[in-house]
Nanobody
């Protein structure tokens, strides 16, 4: 059974930072693509970033809206991955989800392409 432990959400003012963490266990294979998605009320779930675990040297993917502000990283030994969010904006307010897919990373952005999902953690940015 695949299990996720997500943490790090919270409330900050615009310009602040948060770091989301996701530890995953129970995967049927070691090499996977891990991603972060977000969903604001009334909007569709959208991809934020993804990265391979363990990284094969390939570049991480970022949505245009977060490039230069968010950084995804991973620790394959801990089966953990992280989303460092800096220079947060009110429009970053959403529920953030970690997700895993058995396959390549890169421009694999549709939620339906990810097989396993965390429970979500709320990020609220006030102006």
């Amino acid at each position: 059974q695949v299990q996720f432990v997500e943490s790090g959400g919270g409330s900050v003012q615009a310009g602040g930072s948060l770091r989301l963490s996701c530890v995953v266990s129970g995967l049927r294979q070691n090499a996977v693509c891990t991603g972060w998605f977000r969903q604001a009320p009334g909007k569709e779930r959208e991809a934020v970033a993804n990265i391979a675990i363990p990284t094969s040297g390939g570049a991480a993917y970022y949505a245009d809206s977060v490039k230069g502000r968010f950084t995804i990283s991973q620790d394959s030994a801990k089966r953990a991955y992280y989303l460092q969010m800096d220079s947060l904006l009110p429009e970053d307010t959403a529920m953030y989800y970690c997700a895993v897919r058995y396959g390549i990373c890169g421009a694999v952005l549709r939620p339906s392409q990810y097989q396993h999902w965390g429970q979500g953690t709320q990020v609220t940015v006030s102006s």
